[in-house]
């Protein structure tokens, strides 16, 4: 039991942090790129929040049958949720993280 709280602590804990990151994803990038080449207004870190919440599920549901999680043959419920854990991390925090570096990157220096 205290092992599946654990895991359920690390998921939330992932969640929690990935959401607003990809807000300021892109709320940052729409300022440095949107606003510039159409005029549109700029939007909060909460305005990009739903945004992001929005293009997940429109992405997810777009996807939904080319993507697999796969398993490689993995039974044990600790590996599947150590799989499934690191997996939310690299999409959730990571890519955005990188996004946000190269982004801030072609603003800074390419535009």
Known sequence: MLAV???GVGFALVVIVSVPLNGLLISMTWGWFVIPATGARAISIA???GLSI???IAGS???T???KF???GETEPRAVAAKALG???SVGIIVPVCTLVIAWAWHAFLM
């Open 47 to 49: 305005q990009g929040i």
């Open 54 to 56: 929005f293009l997940s």
């Open 70 to 72: 796969d398993l490689d």
């Open 61 to 63: 549901v777009a996807t």
């Open 65 to 67: 049958s080319l993507r």
């Open 5 to 7: 709280l654990k895991w």
């Open 87 to 89: 997996m939310m991390i």
